[in-house]
T-cell receptor
Framework: NAGVTQTPKFQVLKTGQSMTLQCAQD?????MYWYRQDPGMGLRLIYY???????DKGEVPNGYNVSRLNKREFSLRLESAAPSQTSVYFC???????????????FGNGTRLTVT | AQSVAQPEDQVNVAEGNPLTVKCTYS??????LFWYVQYPNRGLQFLLK??????LVKGSYGFEAEFNKSQTSFHLKKPSALVSDSALYFC?????????????FGSGTRLLVRP
């Protein structure tokens, strides 16, 4: 049982290049999320998908797009990378986040992106 | 909007001593609070949560957290620290925005346990 898998683990881009970060979960979770982690700022939500077929902006969506390809997969695309997007990106998922029990998020191991 | 604050960037403690990592929250309504831990080059791992009920919540790896409504705090505690507890700890609150729930994270506290 792999949980949440992110690819690639590391990436270096030049300013203006594009790339897609991939995320897949095998826990049959409904909701998926993309966060970025920067020193001293904790994790900030970029985009999320509450359920298959829906996506919504989070706290810092500018410069990013997402696709919920199916229930398992949720990708994050940088169309024209900028140095300000240098960060560690985490994908997360949860079964029924709006439920009474408050299901915890399950995180992938991250993608470390550097934009030069 | 809901928010959490972690006032300490770093906490240092000797192995065997008790540890506390602080978190305060600002929410409207009843808070759903979480603690996560992050080891180097890994994603965050869930430690424990407070939804309702007892103010002392027990979680993984011997950690516990105390919910204090009057002080709007949710401090993480462990009676006896281990070197292996050294990691980055995040407090989080569940927020309701745009008809969906999300997790809002604090800035994180680095815990260093010295032998």
């Amino acid at each position: 049982n792999a949980g949440v898998t992110q690819t690639p683990k590391f990436q270096v881009l030049k300013t203006g290049q594009s790339m897609t970060l991939q995320c897949a979960q095998d826990m049959n979770h409904n909701s998926m999320y993309w966060y970025r982690q920067d020193p001293g700022m904790g994790l900030r939500l970029i985009y999320y998908s509450a359920s298959e077929g829906t996506t919504d902006k989070g706290e810092v969506p500018n410069g990013y797009n997402v696709s919920r390809l199916n229930k398992r997969e949720f990708s994050l695309r940088l169309e024209s990378a900028a140095p300000s997007q240098t960060s560690v990106y985490f994908c997360a998922s949860t079964h029924l986040f709006g439920g009474v029990e408050g299901s915890p998020l399950h995180f992938g191991n991250g993608t470390r992106l550097t934009v030069t | 909007a809901q928010s959490v604050a972690q006032p300490e960037d770093q906490v240092n403690v000797a192995e065997g001593n008790p540890l506390t990592v602080k978190c305060t929250y600002s929410v409207s309504g009843n808070p759903y609070l979480f603690w996560y831990v992050q080891y180097p080059n890994r994603g965050l791992q869930f430690l424990l949560k407070y939804i309702t009920g007892d103010n002392l919540v027990k979680g993984s790896y011997g950690f516990e957290a105390e919910f204090n409504k009057s002080q709007t705090s949710f401090h993480l505690k462990k009676p006896s620290a281990l070197v292996s507890d050294s990691a980055l700890y995040f407090c989080a609150v569940r927020d309701w925005m745009d008809s969906s729930y999300k997790l809002i994270f604090g800035s994180g506290t680095r815990l260093l346990v010295r032998p």
